[in-house]
């Protein structure tokens, strides 16, 4: 069975944001593992930390001189700076009970099989500001919060596209592509119009 990185949505207004990166992690130093920079097959680097789940594995499984399929959460200012969180590192072979013949296998292929593809990003949150003169949109994801307790972890994420201003305060589900630092809008769906005016 093949796992995928980037699980279907389970409920309708799901908030999220979470893609995949092909690429090599290198530490800023190496007896820190958990930040640093993942480098893209274009030799792009991203400032990226590594989540604790994702670090153990990190130690047992992965050579640093290899590149890998990473899954990771981002984070970002603006549409030139982005951060990357790694949650996890897609392997089908490695980290899955799947036949170990890797020599034949094309992971692309394998992504595409489950309409993925490196760089893709879903993400899925309210629509809460749209600039039409920098073609740029800002969508605010708040997790579930399992403990209310906890400070709000809402953030928010500058993406490059355009969007009408009449779907201002509506949930949005968003397909994007990553280049370089920014964060491109390929489709969109809107899921629920004006959130706002039901609370």
Do not use: C
């Not at 290899?66 to 959460?73: E, L």
């Not at 996890?88 to 899955?96: A, T």
């Not at 990003?121 to 800002?138: A, C, D, M, P, Y």
């Amino acid at each position: 069975m093949l796992k995928n990185p980037i699980p279907k949505v389970t409920n309708q207004l799901q908030h999220r944001a979470i893609g995949i990166i092909n690429g090599k992690f290198t530490p800023h130093v190496s007896e820190q593992l958990n930040r640093g920079f993942l480098i893209d097959n274009k030799g792009e680097k991203i400032e990226t930390v590594v989540l604790g789940k994702a670090l153990s594995l990190l130690k047992k499984h992965i050579d640093l001189k290899k590149s890998y399929y990473w899954i990771v959460y981002p984070k970002n200012k603006n549409t030139q700076n982005l951060h990357l969180q790694v949650a996890g590192i897609w392997d089908p072979y490695q980290l899955n009970d799947f036949p170990n013949d890797s020599s034949k296998t094309n992971f692309s292929k394998l992504l595409e099989e489950l309409d993925l593809k490196d760089n893709y990003f879903s993400v899925r949150g309210e629509l809460v500001f749209v600039n039409t003169q920098k073609k740029e949109i800002v969508i605010k994801i708040s997790p579930v919060l399992k403990l209310k307790k906890l400070k709000n972890k809402n953030f928010k994420l500058v993406i490059k596209g355009e969007l009408s201003l009449e779907l201002l305060h509506s949930f949005v589900s968003l397909d994007i592509n990553r280049d370089g630092n920014s964060l491109n809008l390929i489709n969109y769906e809107v899921i629920e119009k004006n959130l706002s005016e039901k609370n």
